[in-house]
């Protein structure tokens, strides 16, 4: 489990051989989401959980960074939540990356979920979280960007 946070790449692979890709990503998710922030109170792992998921197009890890990243967003219970609130939740998990890429695809796979969860629009903001009725735009896919 330590490995993760030096070579999350090679720790996932090595745990998931003969896996399918979806198994693989699918166990890597469940791995970060029950171990962040902290791995057995040894080290963060959410900065190198980020990356991971993370990976651009044209890493050799890509293809498990995006399953794991899909997988990772499903996780998050979304729906009937105000946006703020789902929002919350799921960075709680994470430390958002440096890389204005990175924060991308992160957060449009989270988007796509909570479209996903909420088809109906953007449920009511609370009058808590001190933000107006957010509007969901139809039509509008989170599989777009790279």
């Known amino acids: ?16 051989t003969g896996s399918s890709i979806e198994e693989s990503g699918a166990f890597a998710a469940s791995f970060i989401y029950w171990c962040s922030p902290k791995l057995n109170g040894v080290q963060d792992i959410r900065t190198p959980a980020i990356r991971f998921l993370t990976e651009p197009k044209g890493s050799p890890s890509r293809v498990i960074s995006k ?4 997988a990772f967003v499903l996780l998050f219970e979304a729906r009937g939540l105000p946006l703020l609130a789902a929002l919350r939740g799921f960075l709680r998990r994470i430390v958002m990356p440096g890389e204005a890429s990175r924060v991308c695809r992160i957060l449009w ?14 449920p009511p903001a609370s009058k808590f979280d001190g933000q107006d009725n957010d509007v969901f735009v139809p039509g509008l896919s989170h599989d777009s960007v790279r």
Request: charge should be negative; aromatic fraction near 8%; hydrophobic fraction near 30%.
């Open 1 to 16: 489990s330590e490995r993760f946070v030096t070579e999350p790449v090679s720790a996932i692979e090595n745990i998931t």
């Open 67 to 70: 399953a794991s990243r899909k």
């Open 109 to 122: 796979d989270f988007a796509g979920h909570y479209a996903t969860e909420n088809p109906q629009g953007v």
